[in-house]
Structures are given as C-alpha cells and as structure tokens.
C-alpha cells in the first residue's frame, strides 16, 4: 500500500479526504507546513495531495520545500480559486497537475492512480538508465575497476572476429555476461546466441541437442530435429562447463570448429554451419589434459583466445556499485518502496570477500531486500550464517591484529581494507582513526566517501 499526506487547513478536508482514500492509502494528515515536513522527513510519503493556500503559508513554497527534501514525490497541487497562472506556476515548481475545490473524489482517486502509474514509469526509466551508464558499466556488466577495465578492453578487440574464445574463472564471476556481451556488441548481434550447459543434460541426450538427429534414429525420435549448432548458423554457440563435455562428443566438437560441418544423428549429411563458439569453465583445462579427460587438440583449438573473469575479491572497489545495482533491480522487481543500506551493513558489504562471487553478492541483496521491513536495511536483515561466519573470520584475525589483503589486490583496494580495519578498531572514531593512520579528520572523510561513499 502506498503513502498520502495531505496537506489543508481545513480539518473537514483532511478528514473526509481521508476516509474516502483510507482503503487505498496508508493517510498521513497535516494542517500546516511544519507538521507536513516533518511528516516527509519521518515517513516514505509517496504522494502528497497539497492546497495552494495554508493560512499564512504559501502552498507553492512547501511544494518547493518538499521537492528539496525528496525529489522522487509526487505532489498534486488543490485549489478553490482556480486559475491558469496559479497552476501554471504550481506545475513550474514540480507540482504533477492540480484540482479545483470542490473536489469529486472518483476525479481524485483517479488522478492519484495516473500520478503514482507515472512515478512507477520514471523510477523504472530511471534504474534502466542507471543499469547502461558506461563509467560503471559495459554491455550490462557492472565494473569500473582496473582488472574489470582490461576484461572490457578484451571485449571490444574480439567482439567482431569469428575465432573461438575460451572464458575461464570461478563459479559466480560472470563468465556468461561475458559471452553475451561479445555476442551482442558484435557484428553477430542480430544473428541467434545461443546457450549449452554441458553439465545440465545427460550425455545421452546432449549429442542429440548439439547435432540434431534425423527422424527414427532413436526411440521416441518421432521426427527430425535440428540441433544447437545448425539453428544458430551465423550466431555464437556458447558451451558453458566445458569441461564436463564427454570425451565421446569432443572429438565430435573438434571437426565442428575445424571443418565448420555438422553430421546429426542417424544421417551421413554433412551441414556447413557458420558460427562462433565460445566455451567457458570454472575448471583448470590444462590439468584436466594431463589427466586424460579432456582432449589436448580441443583445448588449444577453443583456448584461441583466453579471457579470465576475476573473482569479486580481486575487485572490491566494484561492489559499491553491484550493491547499488542489485538493490535497485530488487526493489523494482519485487514493487517494494526505495530503500537504502545502513552504514553498519554497508561496511560489512564492502568488506565481506565473497567466496560465491557476484552470484553471491545479488543473492544477499535479494535477501535483504525481501525481508527487510522499513526503508533501512540494517545488518539484522543480512543472512545470519553469512553475518555468523564473516564473525567468525573477523574474531580469528583480530587475534592476528591484522588485515589480510588478497593477493593481487590493487593499491586502493589494499588502503580501503586498511582504513576499514582501523574504523572498526576504533568503534568508528573518526579522530581516533585519523590518529592512527597520519591523516587529518578531513582527508579521512574524504577516503570514506571515495571507497566506502560515507559522508
């Protein structure tokens, strides 16, 4: 249910206004611009039904108010002395229309539906815009620290030629993301991208997905099939977990990158196929070679061109800006109200290393968000066993009096884990800390704000 305040003089108005929208709204009254303030400071209000005059108040000037308090609102301005300059004025100063007393409530409650409809449109347009911002992101993928900067650079080079890729990292690190945004900001866009997990099919029937068959070939094979390869001809083909491909079907993978052909199953036609394939695993390629369970041939043919997607531990400095993605797609998706991190739970945020990588950190934010009450997430509305075991952590180091900086980890990256570990000593004494560190109060505040953003 969203939040009304309505904002007139007349007590007869609030009242009956209230009672008419009660079953709609969650209502706020005020009667005068003091207690409607204080009313936008304490409460999330979503829409504000404001009369043009106050007593000795301008309604226009709390309308300005408010705007400057939270933009986001949407105010519908009431008047008995209808005028086009006053309402003129009135939408000039932010105000989304206006109603002449006496008012009909069906004409507000209409009104009020086209006004929230509107502001849910905008926050929309708002988080899709934010979501492409090229300094944070490329091609739908959050990042703008220097080890995510050279992946994107990776990116741009290879986006055009039809040489195989090899993407490799661990599980939660977004080695999809990738693969899509060579397919869609290359000259392959508009053609099909499609997506194989090896691992996810049986390998009786992953062959038959791959190649296609012909009709008969196998019980149940009641008619002929095309497979993955064929229907994305002048596409990408992407086969994520790679390494889990059967011996039996590398060999078969192997002609389809050299020969570019495809036999399917039950038939002798050899099929010329146009595409691109990029292959991703979580797994080390070459150890599984030395072993025997992958074909050696296969892995330099797919290992043309090796990306590596870092671990989320590698780039710290991004997660302020996956925070603010995934909580700002949460929100939307599930029609919760804006709502922002605490202090508290930031700092754990910022400084967790994340052993599930990204997919780890979305899946927290999802969490919080979904079970968190009030605008606020707190530290309380993370997931207890990871709060627990990031405790647990914390309580073995501080043994050490120490701070772990992970190998490769840049020079920001290694003073943000400094200047947290020194906050946290102190319980979050700004002075203390400066002390401590050899910088002024200021140039602390500063540091806080660039990598943490606390003001």
Same mark, same amino acid.
């Given at each position: 249910?969203?939040?009304?305040?309505?904002?007139?003089?007349?007590?007869?108005?609030?009242?009956?206004?209230? +009672?008419?929208?009660?079953?709609?709204? &969650?209502? *706020?009254? &005020?009667?005068?611009?003091?207690? &409607?303030?204080?009313?936008?400071?304490r409460e999330q209000i979503d829409c504000v039904l404001l009369d043009l005059s106050l007593g000795q108040s301008s309604g226009l000037s709390l309308l300005t108010l408010i705007k400057a308090i939270r933009p986001q609102i949407t105010v519908?301005?009431?008047t008995a002395y209808g005028t086009i300059e006053s309402s003129v004025e009135a939408i000039k100063a932010g105000a989304y229309h206006y109603l002449t007393k006496p008012l009909h409530v069906d004409e507000v409650k209409l009104l009020l539906a086209k006004a929230l409809e509107f502001q849910a449109l905008h926050k929309q347009v708002q988080v899709l815009s934010d979501a492409v911002k090229q300094q944070q992101s490329y091609a739908g993928i959050i990042g703008k620290s220097p080890v995510m900067g050279k992946v994107f650079e990776l990116i741009k080079k290879v986006k055009d030629i039809p040489s195989s890729i090899l993407i490799t990292g661990e599980s939660g690190t977004g080695k999809e993301l990738v693969a899509r945004a060579i397919h869609f900001e290359g000259n392959r866009s508009q053609a099909p991208f499609s997506v194989m997990n090896c691992a996810a099919i049986p390998e009786s029937l992953l062959e038959s997905e791959l190649f296609g068959h012909e009709k008969g070939t196998f019980t149940g094979a009641y008619q002929s099939k095309k497979g993955l390869f064929e229907r994305s001809h002048g596409g990408t083909v992407f086969l994520d977990e790679i390494g889990e491909m059967p011996l039996s079907l590398q060999a078969k993978l192997?002609?389809?990158?050299?020969?570019?052909?495809?036999?399917?199953?039950?038939?002798y036609e050899q099929k010329e196929v146009d595409i691109r394939i990029i292959a991703a695993t979580n797994r080390q390629l070459e150890d599984e070679v030395a072993k025997g369970t992958f074909r050696e041939d296969l892995f330099y043919r797919l290992n043309v061109i090796p990306i590596r997607t870092p671990a989320l531990r590698e780039r710290m400095e991004d997660i302020a800006h996956l925070v603010d993605h995934f909580l700002q797609r949460c929100t939307l998706s599930m029609? =919760?109200?804006?709502?922002? +991190?605490?202090?508290?739970? =930031? =700092? *754990?945020?910022?400084?967790?290393?994340?052993?599930?990588?990204?997919?780890?950190?979305?899946?927290?934010?999802?969490?919080?968000?979904?079970?968190?009450?009030?605008?606020?997430?707190?530290?309380?509305?993370?997931?207890?066993?990871?709060?627990e075991r990031k405790q647990d952590v914390q309580g073995r180091q501080s043994k050490r009096d120490g701070v772990i900086i992970p190998n490769g980890s840049t020079l920001d990256e290694a003073e943000r884990r400094v200047i947290l570990?020194?906050?946290?000593?102190?319980?979050?004494?700004?002075?203390?800390? &400066?002390?401590?560190?050899?910088?002024?109060?200021r140039g602390l505040r500063q540091k806080l704000k660039q990598y943490l953003e606390i003001e």
């Amino acid at each position: 249910m969203q939040n009304l305040l309505i904002v007139d003089d007349e007590p007869s108005i609030c009242v009956s206004l209230g +009672f008419a929208l009660e079953d709609d709204y &969650a209502v *706020w009254t &005020a009667m005068d611009a003091e207690t &409607a303030l204080e009313t936008v400071h304490r409460e999330q209000i979503d829409c504000v039904l404001l009369d043009l005059s106050l007593g000795q108040s301008s309604g226009l000037s709390l309308l300005t108010l408010i705007k400057a308090i939270r933009p986001q609102i949407t105010v519908i301005m009431m008047t008995a002395y209808g005028t086009i300059e006053s309402s003129v004025e009135a939408i000039k100063a932010g105000a989304y229309h206006y109603l002449t007393k006496p008012l009909h409530v069906d004409e507000v409650k209409l009104l009020l539906a086209k006004a929230l409809e509107f502001q849910a449109l905008h926050k929309q347009v708002q988080v899709l815009s934010d979501a492409v911002k090229q300094q944070q992101s490329y091609a739908g993928i959050i990042g703008k620290s220097p080890v995510m900067g050279k992946v994107f650079e990776l990116i741009k080079k290879v986006k055009d030629i039809p040489s195989s890729i090899l993407i490799t990292g661990e599980s939660g690190t977004g080695k999809e993301l990738v693969a899509r945004a060579i397919h869609f900001e290359g000259n392959r866009s508009q053609a099909p991208f499609s997506v194989m997990n090896c691992a996810a099919i049986p390998e009786s029937l992953l062959e038959s997905e791959l190649f296609g068959h012909e009709k008969g070939t196998f019980t149940g094979a009641y008619q002929s099939k095309k497979g993955l390869f064929e229907r994305s001809h002048g596409g990408t083909v992407f086969l994520d977990e790679i390494g889990e491909m059967p011996l039996s079907l590398q060999a078969k993978l192997l002609r389809v990158i050299q020969d570019r052909v495809v036999t399917p199953l039950g038939s002798y036609e050899q099929k010329e196929v146009d595409i691109r394939i990029i292959a991703a695993t979580n797994r080390q390629l070459e150890d599984e070679v030395a072993k025997g369970t992958f074909r050696e041939d296969l892995f330099y043919r797919l290992n043309v061109i090796p990306i590596r997607t870092p671990a989320l531990r590698e780039r710290m400095e991004d997660i302020a800006h996956l925070v603010d993605h995934f909580l700002q797609r949460c929100t939307l998706s599930m029609g =919760k109200r804006e709502k922002v +991190f605490t202090l508290e739970a =930031k =700092k *754990w945020l910022y400084s967790y290393t994340y052993p599930g990588n990204v997919r780890e950190l979305a899946n927290i934010v999802e969490y919080a968000v979904a079970l968190s009450q009030g605008e606020r997430i707190t530290l309380e509305d993370l997931p207890p066993a990871l709060t627990e075991r990031k405790q647990d952590v914390q309580g073995r180091q501080s043994k050490r009096d120490g701070v772990i900086i992970p190998n490769g980890s840049t020079l920001d990256e290694a003073e943000r884990r400094v200047i947290l570990h020194t906050l946290e000593r102190h319980a979050g004494h700004r002075k203390k800390t &400066a002390d401590q560190l050899g910088i002024s109060e200021r140039g602390l505040r500063q540091k806080l704000k660039q990598y943490l953003e606390i003001e």
